[in-house]
């Protein structure tokens, strides 16, 4: 029974401490507006917005692609871009690599991934990611968010 036990200790060791994280299921409404004021600074122009969702996460936007290509020949309205996206909440902030496609034009859809690069507050070293899919026409561009936050 010793060697037993002794075993189980050992081979718990070789695989090392175990680490939890909680995940939690994200869903939001996502109404942005392109914006030349109240954009981060050094930024002409930028995407300013207000999301709703669970687990905290409602309050203020703001995003700038800072990269961008056209749709390959077979799909010529859609772009491609990349930029950082910011969730600004009372509880802290989540920065987020956004990278998605669009049509071009002033109505079509949308359709991005994010995935969190950094945080404060209680999403201070969150991990995740949500996928943000919606239309744009009327000056604004409604979307909704699922994903999900893990913390450590």
Same mark, same amino acid.
């Given at each position: ?69 056209? +749709?390959?020949? /077979? !799909? ?9 996206? *910011?969730?600004?909440? @009372?509880? #802290? ?6 990278? +998605?496609?669009? /049509? !071009? ?9 994010? *995935?969190?690069?950094? @945080?404060? #507050? ?10 943000? !899919? ?19």
């Amino acid at each position: 029974m010793k060697a037993v036990t002794c075993l189980i200790t050992v081979l718990a060791a070789a695989v090392g401490p175990v680490q939890a994280s909680e995940c939690k299921k994200i869903h939001a409404d996502l109404v942005e507006v392109s914006a030349t004021e109240g954009c981060n600074a050094g930024l002409a122009s930028c995407f300013l917005g207000e999301v709703d969702g669970n687990h905290g996460l409602r309050g203020t936007t703001h995003f700038a692609a800072d990269s961008a290509r056209l +749709g390959p020949a /077979t !799909s010529p309205s859609f772009i491609s871009y990349s930029g950082p996206f *910011e969730y600004r909440t @009372a509880y #802290g902030n989540l920065a987020m690599r956004e990278t +998605g496609v669009t /049509t !071009s034009g002033a109505t079509g859809v949308v359709t991005a991934y994010q *995935e969190i690069v950094g @945080a404060t #507050g209680q999403y201070e070293g969150a991990s995740g990611h949500f996928f943000v !899919s919606g239309k744009k026409g009327g000056g604004m561009i409604t979307t909704f968010i699922v994903g999900e936050i893990c913390y450590p």
